[in-house]
């Protein structure tokens, strides 16, 4: 959890969440890119999503989306032999007009979409940090999928922009243990700070002049 030490660092008005790549290209049965792991984590942000919202908490969907014919695939490092064995779909991944771009967590009216994602970091490319600044965001509460490759890199460009990053580790997930636990270290130690989803909830209310819980 954030340490009191760190508290004045923190905008009480200024969080908003991201949910990155919770989407059927990922995360269906005949997933383009499959990364089942993500299915587990479904609850969890339908829950602390619930929760921010309660609180006027801005959210932010992060969804990838590439033009028919995948010419924004042409990245020599996604083009590579060893990856294009272990996912063959590559190249039909999330194509616009395709049911793969649709998201597995619920966008409700007042929630926000960016759907241009086309490379790790959710700001690469993307309207993200004009839409954070227009919002007068200063921390993001990162979840989704997956920790050590999207995630990972958003937290990087997040910090690299001057914003704040808290990630709860029961909202994302990865390709497996090891990897996720290395993502979260490297956050933990050098890009933000690390929390549950139940922590962001109470910390958010503490800063906003509530009481402390034992949760804290």
Known sequence: MIPNEDWSLFNPNGFAALV????RGHLDEDATIPLPRGRKILAAIENLMENLRKIDVPIIHVISKFRKGGIDKMCPQFRRSSLLERVPRYFEHNIEGTKYVESLVSIQENDCVVDTKKRYSSFHGTDLELLLRNLGIETLIVTGIAAEFCVLNTCFDALSRD???IV???CVEGENDDHVKFALEIIGNRLGWLASSNQIIEFIGVLRGGKVSQVM
């Open 20 to 23: 990155i790549d919770m989407h």
């Open 163 to 165: 914003f704040k990053v």
């Open 168 to 170: 709860p580790e029961d």
